[in-house]
């Protein structure tokens, strides 16, 4: 059972040949192994963590709804990461473990999902339909209940070990520009800003700010070099390029400021902050579901696609930030901006995962089939329709036009999202 793809979709579980089963064992391992090189060599390091770290997430999704399967009793046939062509499997028990070629999702398959799907008499008892109301509908849930208990421990994990706010207070001057204003005042790099003009400079903004608003100006900075005070004067100068509707330009000082140190949080408060992180992941990622899927976001979207090639070099720069605010992105772009992220260091790999693992989550929850959240629809729908001792079943047959063209618009802006991020990636 799978938000990607159903069981109602996939074909009939075959016995498997053991001796057949050796030789494409074999061969499926020595593709993956392949695969993974080739990436390493492609992507880096970083690119197979990334690869590696997403199939984990999908590993655990499906764990988590063949954990609930079998505690309820339910007959489980197959757990396999991937679609298409099986490259490598075994046999434990009544359940087939395996890798598919295609590494888009993955699935566990519960016999009797649905009033479609042939069961041996002997095990109608155990099948999903025959549950109980509570055990399909966590069955249907488990996945996306994985997810997020992924990413409250990533964001703690973050959190604890590097923290997520940056404190915008705490810079010193990095480099300088060679015979700007701040070289011809005497400022050198280590140097810490103490104040502009008699005004305490807080934050790296407020700093920009004071400056910004004095092209041309005689000031004079305090400043903190290895523990002592020094006062500074010079003239700023002046950007050529002003904003729009401004009579002048803004002022410049010359300098590049130290990265943000990030603010940790005790092992306590990082309970209640992950759980404030979390809040605004989900935030988010419902505005942004619902903001992609209105007919202004998927008309904006396929215009992106077929519009690609067609713009001037001028066009695309200047419509690069809008566009690519709120993209949906597909596995490769997901790969490339984790693979960036991921060598930057630890705590971006980890951020990422927890934005994926939230989006996900909460994309499975659509009230659609084949997605888990159509299974958990299904299950309340069937639930309120019963009487004691009358239990009702949905006819799935009804359902599956709407579900194959929920497949099919998938599989739409899923190669589209892929078309996009080779012809326009997205850079960091």
Known sequence: MTG????????????SNLDKGKGSSSVGLITIFALLTALGVSAGKAGVIVV????????????????????????????????????????????EYGLKGIPAGAYV?????????PVEPEDERRTYRDSKFHQRFFLASAGSIMHFLIALILLYIV?????????????????????????????????????????????WPEFTSLIAGSPNEFVSLEILRDGTTYSLEGQ???????????????????????????????????????????????KETILGLGKFFSPTGLGSFFSDVFEIGTTSPEDEISSAIGNEEGRVVSVVGATRIGTQLTEAGWPGLLL??????????FFNLIPLL???GGHIAVAIYEHLRSRKGDRYHADASKLLPLTYAVVFVLIVIGVAAIYLDIADPISL
Request: hydrophobic share 40%.
């Open 4 to 15: 990607e793809l159903e069981p109602i979709l996939e074909e009939p579980s075959r016995p």
């Open 52 to 95: 590696l770290s997403l199939v984990a997430m999908l590993f655990l999704h499906e764990l988590a709804h063949y954990l609930v399967a079998k505690k309820a009793g339910m007959k489980v046939t197959e757990f396999f990461i991937g679609f298409g062509p099986k490259i490598w499997s075994f046999r434990k028990g009544e359940t």
């Open 109 to 117: 398959r519960v016999i009797g999902m649905n009033n479609l799907d």
């Open 159 to 203: 959190l604890v070990g590097n923290g997520i706010k940056v404190d915008e207070s705490e810079w010193t001057v990095k480099e300088i520009l060679k015979n700007g204003p701040a070289e011809q005042m005497g400022v050198e790099a280590g140097d810490k800003i103490v104040s502009f003009n008699q005004v305490q400079v807080e934050t």
């Open 236 to 282: 700023l100068g002046e950007l050529e390029n002003s904003p729009k509707g401004q009579s002048q330009g803004n002022g410049f000082l010359g300098i590049a400021r130290s990265k943000f140190p990030n603010t940790r949080v005790n092992p306590a408060n990082a309970i209640i902050e992950t759980g404030k992180e979390f809040g605004y992941l989900t």
């Open 352 to 361: 990422f995962l927890a934005t994926i693992n939230v989006f996900v989550g």
């Open 370 to 372: 084949p997605l888990d």
